[in-house]
């Protein structure tokens, strides 16, 4: 069913927009800025494991089964565009956004993809609530997992508890800000988990597998887990617990380095949180007292809020500091301790400045 293509991401990546990290593209900050509240398709950031595979949505079906289900269900592409849909805007973020900095900031490198910030984006999804999929299929009370399994060569596969795949907002999208879901974010159909480190939102979904009992993966146990000194060992066969939900972050729509004028300068950028919306942004410059940022915009709980500050610049080398804080009252950290794969690092971060004479 799949066939690949020249590169393993099927949309250009002009530098400008991206840092292509070879399979993997990040968003660069600077191009965040001329998008409006979402991200745009041709820039949200590509995280794949495999090539995005090519899927004929003629012979493309998807399959609900196993023991949580009574009667399963399978539906075409054109079965599911005929469901009724609802719209979500909502961030995802990699659960390995900011692990360069586990190096930068924190003296030690973690393994995998060194992102910066650029690994999230917001996008308005639309598609058919998995809560109503399962219905149609029969759910069963004694369903304990459901486990979405993509088409592409890796076959990604990770279990949701049965809550948060009936929860509000959790939805098998076809539509990605008003557009047919472009290949490499999962056409024809992804889920989408508002609230949960993105490698839960499986793209390119054929089959979705629904337990009576726990379900292990080399998703949720081998990558995807926090392995470190301050993370419980496991009991079984995972490596550390699993990665679920997404932590308090923000970032500066600016270059990395960004080259400044001196005098005034408005900084914009944006702040968001798995658990709710934002309720403060701080900024700090050069290490001085931390200041409040304006809120601008939508701040819709799980996408983000855009903020702004005004910074008279003198010439030189600078430091530029954000800190957002959600209506849970979880504020950016410090620091993160250190896990091997580098997951989760939402400490605040020092934007390198420079203002020219
Ligand atoms: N089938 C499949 N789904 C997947 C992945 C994958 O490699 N294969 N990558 C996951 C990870 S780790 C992330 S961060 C998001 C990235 O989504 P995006 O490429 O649309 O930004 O997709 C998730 N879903
Ligand atoms: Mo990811």
């Known amino acids: 069913m799949s066939e690949e293509q020249d590169g393993p991401i099927v949309k250009p990546l002009p530098p400008e927009l991206f840092y292509d990290h ?20 041709d820039r949200f950031y590509v995280r794949s494991h495999s090539p995005t595979p090519k899927i004929d949505v003629a012979s493309w079906t998807l399959r609900i089964e196993g023991p949580g289900v009574s009667r399963g269900l399978t539906l075409g592409y054109e079965d599911l ?15 390995g956004n900011g692990r360069v900095f586990f190096a930068e900031q924190e003296g030690r490198e973690a393994e995998g993809t060194p992102w910066r910030l650029g690994a999230v984006g917001v996008a308005e999804w639309t598609g058919v609530p998995l809560r109503h999929l399962l219905e149609e299929a029969g759910l069963l009370s004694s369903a304990v997992e459901v486990m979405p399994e993509g088409l592409d060569e890796t076959r990604l596969a990770r279990p949701l508890p049965r809550e948060k795949a009936l929860a509000d907002g959790t939805i098998l999208a076809h539509t990605m800000n008003g ?20 490698v839960a939102s499986v793209k390119w979904v054929g089959r979705i597998f629904v337990s009576d009992e726990p379900l292990l993966t080399y998703w949720n146990t081998e990558e995807y887990v926090l392995i470190g000194p301050d993370y419980e060992p496991q009991e079984g066969p995972g490596r550390g617990p699993a990665i679920t939900v997404t932590y308090v972050n923000s970032a500066l729509e600016l270059p990395w380095t960004a080259l400044l004028q001196r005098g005034p300068n408005t900084i914009t ?89």
């Open 22 to 41: 070879g399979g993997n593209a990040e968003t660069r900050w600077e191009a965040m800025s001329e998008g409006g509240y979402a991200t745009p398709n």
């Open 269 to 357: 950028g944006r702040a968001w949180s798995g658990a709710g919306a934002i309720s403060q942004v701080e900024y700090n410059i050069d290490g001085t007292e931390w200041q409040p940022a304006r809120l601008t915009g939508p701040n819709i709980p799980g996408a983000w809020t855009r903020f702004e500050f005004d910074w008279e610049a003198h010439p030189g080398e600078h430091e530029l500091r954000s800190r957002a804080t959600d209506e849970r009252g979880n504020t950016q950290p410090h620091s993160v301790p250190y896990n091997e794969q580098g997951y989760l690092y939402n400490a605040v971060v020092a934007h390198p400045i420079a203002v020219s004479h």
């Open 81 to 95: 565009l005929a469901l009724t849909a609802v719209s979500v805007t909502r961030a995802l973020e990699c659960a």
């Open 179 to 198: 557009e047919r879901l472009p290949p490499d974010h999962g056409y024809p159909a992804r889920v989408v988990v508002p609230g949960w480190s993105a």
